[in-house]
């Protein structure tokens, strides 16, 4: 199901046929890196991830990690939406794009895209985001977008600081 629109993109709801693209995402170097193995190594375990995951989310709160695709082409290029995790009182902000496709804005619109949803339809008023310390491109990003930064925390089960941001 199509959520948002922008200039250049498409957000929909993630389905089962997205599995290839999810298990490619997870495994990119920067993912494993910046937000850690989420044990996604076969289709099976992507399918599994977006049940439990964002297919969850959608039906317990109407929004979560949406596909992004490039409006023109249908290609998928990333993940972005909102979160509503257990470990925060408040709903984040979540990104993630393949290296092929970062650099050129796409991101931004999502992020924006996102936000504005995120207020208008759920009247949201302070939404997160959390980001590993040593990631400069969403670090970036969230300044760009008027997050500021309040403190590092660590999160319930975890075992490494992320960075605590807020807007609004």
């Known amino acids: 199901m199509q959520i948002l629109v922008t200039e250049r993109l498409i957000l929909r709801q993630l389905v089962f046929e997205d599995a ?3 298990l490619e995402l997870v495994n990119d170097p920067d ?3 910046y937000i850690g193995d989420r044990g996604v190594h076969d289709l099976a375990s992507a399918c599994g991830y977006i049940e439990k995951g964002p297919m969850d989310m959608y039906a317990r709160y109407g929004f979560g990690l ?3 695709e490039l409006k023109d082409t249908g290609t998928p290029i990333g993940l972005c939406g909102l979160i509503k995790r257990d470990t925060l009182p408040e709903v984040d902000l979540g990104f993630a794009f393949l290296a092929r496709h970062r650099g050129r804005g796409y991101a931004r619109e999502a992020a924006q895209a996102s936000l504005a949803h995120g207020r208008t339809a759920h009247g949201l008023k302070r939404i997160l985001a ?3 310390p040593g990631n ?3 670090i970036s ?3 760009k977008l008027g997050f500021s930064y309040e403190r ?3 999160l319930a089960g975890g075992t490494d ?3 605590l941001y807020a807007q609004g």
């Open 31 to 33: 993912w494993l890196r």
């Open 130 to 132: 959390i980001t590993s």
């Open 136 to 138: 400069d491109r969403s």
């Open 152 to 154: 590092n925390l660590l």
């Open 161 to 163: 600081e992320v960075k």
């Open 66 to 68: 949406w596909l992004v």
């Open 20 to 22: 290839a693209f999810i």
């Open 141 to 143: 990003l969230l300044e």
